[in-house]
């Protein structure tokens, strides 16, 4: 199967800064990459689809200006928590699409302090 | 994509198959379904998908009802490694272009 990876795996921030994480699919290319947040003994919820060279599409809900979604290569699409809060500390995972299976990332925990 | 219902938890005994089901009673024609599971603290992984017939592969069985309202996932030894969070999916779209929309789940927990 494909591999996708995120970096960081973890981080801690300061409450008012910003923080990126970065998907990268390391032995093929994805023109597309979905974004999910996961709350504590939750389901995972759709926030973005990522799409390289465009715009980012957003589900209703979530602030495209504080989660930045950029695109710039065919392996790498970034998320970016702008003005971090506490309430935005959350599992972060992405994923790519390689033939016609999901492969995920390992996901980013977030916490803001 | 149809909706899909799974028991929230389940017990299986380390060794012995677990058998996970899904109710899909509103699956139509051209709706595939897909599974994956949850490790605590990791990404979904993808496990196996299937249409009508019953599926087969290194992880696991996929055992679709005839009238395809239900299915069966099925771990036919399960180990402590297999403990997860296990997510039955519906949807129309096999190519994978459009993202996945997760349910709750089955809470599965392997037992020595």
């Known amino acids: 199967g494909a591999v996708v990876s995120q970096h960081p795996s973890r981080v801690i921030c300061k409450s008012g800064t910003s923080v990126k994480i970065e998907c990268r699919s390391l032995?093929?290319?994805?023109?597309?990459m979905f974004w999910y947040r996961q709350f504590p003994k939750q389901s995972l919820m759709l926030m973005a689809t990522?799409?390289?060279?465009?715009?980012?599409?957003?589900e209703q809900g979530v602030e495209k200006d504080k989660f930045l979604i950029n695109h710039a290569s065919l392996t790498l699409s970034t998320l970016t928590v702008t003005s971090a809060h506490p309430e935005d500390s959350s599992f972060y995972i992405c994923?790519?699409?390689?033939?016609?299976?999901?492969?995920f990332g390992q996901g980013t925990r977030l916490t803001v302090v | 994509d149809a909706k899909t219902t799974q028991p929230p938890s389940m017990d299986c005994a380390e060794g012995r198959a677990a058998n996970l089901p899904c109710n899909h009673s509103?699956?139509?024609?051209?709706?595939?379904v897909y599974w994956y599971r949850q490790i605590h603290s990791q990404g979904p992984q993808y496990i196996i998908h299937?249409?009508?017939n019953n599926e087969t592969n290194e992880m696991a069985s996929l055992i679709i009802t005839e009238d395809r309202k239900s299915s069966t996932l099925i771990l036919p030894h399960a180990t402590l490694r297999d403990t997860a969070v296990y997510y039955c999916?519906?949807?129309?779209?096999?190519?994978?272009?459009?993202?996945?929309?997760f349910g709750k789940g089955t809470r599965l927990s392997v037992i020595a």
């Open positions: 509103t699956i139509s024609g051209n709706e595939y």
């Open positions: 299937g249409l009508k």
């Open positions: 994923s790519a699409k390689w033939r016609t299976e999901a492969f």
């Open positions: 999916i519906v949807r129309v779209d096999s190519a994978g272009n459009t993202p996945l929309v």
């Open positions: 990522s799409n390289e060279g465009s715009k980012a599409t957003y």
């Open positions: 032995d093929f290319q994805a023109t597309t």
